[in-house]
T-cell receptor, first 110, second 115 residues
Framework: EDKVVQSPLSLVVHEGDTVTLNCSYE??????LLWYKQEKKAPTFLFML????IEKKSGRLSSILDKKELFSILNITATQTGDSAVYLC??????????FGAGTILRVKS | NAGVTQTPKFQVLKTGQSMTLQCAQD?????MYWYRQDPGMGLRLIYY???????DKGEVPNGYNVSRLNKREFSLRLESAAPSQTSVYFC??????????????FGPGTRLTVL
């Protein structure tokens, strides 16, 4: 059975801290790995990773994929209260279907 | 350009009642999806439509039916609602084939409670 496991389940940090969120997967027909941020409502897209070892970066957020060890990390540097959200990892299978992890709840305290 | 829209935003049903959740996208996407999100479980795929005229089951299809009405619209129907269907429902769309990059864009969700 395909599965995506995220850790930690929840995390509380102070503003300015750096956090690392983890995502491991066992998916038969892997195409890509995606990260989403979910605040009160709809998940919003952050990154899509298809190749190992190539870092994707957007401002204070960055992510990298290891297809040999079957995991990805999402780093957030200099965290702000606006980074508080649920971060979802999902793996895209052939057919463009997404298998989601349960998410990591991040709370950034001021 | 509204992206993905869903109606209603909230709904309360009694066990055994039926209802249809509506979803529409204005991005000319080929593929559309329905997910449900329950606490601690992430999003799970109910049904999807890779292109207009096709629909397929996802991970948790039991108790649901779908209709891809046209390229823009994809509806989800609960024929006889059960308390286990209490959840937040998200619709999503993506470019689909033949495009290579297929991140999914999500609607705002429908919060459904079945009593």
């Amino acid at each position: 059975e395909d599965k995506v496991v995220q850790s930690p389940l929840s995390l509380v940090v102070h503003e300015g801290d750096t956090v690392t969120l983890n995502c491991s997967y066992e998916v038969t027909n892997f195409r890509s790995l995606l990260w989403y941020k979910q605040e009160k409502k709809a998940p919003t897209f952050l990154f899509m990773l298809t190749s190992s070892g190539i870092e994707k970066k957007s401002g204070r957020l960055s992510s990298i994929l290891d297809k040999k060890e079957l995991f990805s990390i999402l780093n957030i540097t200099a965290t702000q209260t606006g980074d508080s959200a649920v971060y979802l990892c999902a793996v895209m299978e052939y057919g463009n279907k997404l298998v989601f992890g349960a998410g990591t709840i991040l709370r950034v305290k001021s | 350009n509204a992206g993905v829209t869903q109606t209603p935003k909230f709904q309360v049903l009694k066990t055994g009642q039926s209802m249809t959740l509506q979803c529409a996208q204005d991005m000319n996407h080929n593929s559309m999806y329905w997910y449900r999100q329950d606490p601690g479980m992430g999003l799970r795929l109910i049904y999807y439509s890779a292109s207009e005229g096709t629909t397929d089951k996802g991970e948790v299809p039991n108790g649901y039916n779908v209709s891809r009405l046209n390229k823009r619209e994809f509806s989800l129907r609960l024929e006889s609602a059960a308390p286990s269907q209490t959840s937040v429902y998200f619709c999503a769309s993506s470019p689909g084939q033949p495009y290579s990059y297929n991140e999914q864009f999500f609607g705002p969700g429908t919060r459904l409670t079945v009593l």
